[in-house]
Nanobody, 117 residues
Framework: EVQVVESGGGSVQAGGSLRLSCGAA????????MGWFRQTPGKEREEVAT???NTSTRYTGRFTISRDNAKSTLYLQMNTLKPDDTAVYFC???????????????WGQGTQVTVFP
């Protein structure tokens, strides 16, 4: 069973940094497109960044996505955090090419990031 598990969330003051990690198990990590998404109550889930199997990246914000295939781990480096970045952040995986519209096949449970003023 494919599993992705996020970690690294927490509370931080505005202007601070966090690095989220996503550990992957039981699938060929290096052959999956990986992505970070976030969601706040009452809003639709939004894409933060994706990285494909060739490490080409797509960003919709200020954060940096990276992957370590040897460790089957995905990262999201978040710097200069703002209160508007407060959300639950989800890791997602999709076989081969990155899917359109955020329609990833596998999702983690999410990790809370809270940025206070």
């Amino acid at each position: 069973e494919v599993q992705v598990v996020e970690s690294g969330g927490g509370s931080v003051q505005a202007g601070g940094s966090l690095r989220l990690s996503c550990g992957a198990a039981d699938f060929a990590f290096r052959y999956h497109c990986m992505g970070w998404f976030r969601q706040t109550p009452g809003k639709e889930r939004e894409e933060v960044a994706t990285i494909d199997i060739n490490t080409s990246t797509r960003y919709t914000g200020r954060f940096t996505i990276s992957r370590d295939n040897a460790k089957s781990t995905l990262y999201l480096q978040m710097n200069t955090l703002k209160p508007d970045d407060t959300a639950v952040y989800f890791c997602a995986a999709h076989p081969a090419s990155c899917p359109p519209g955020g329609s990833f096949e596998y999702w983690g449970q999410g990790t809370q990031v809270t940025v206070f003023p």
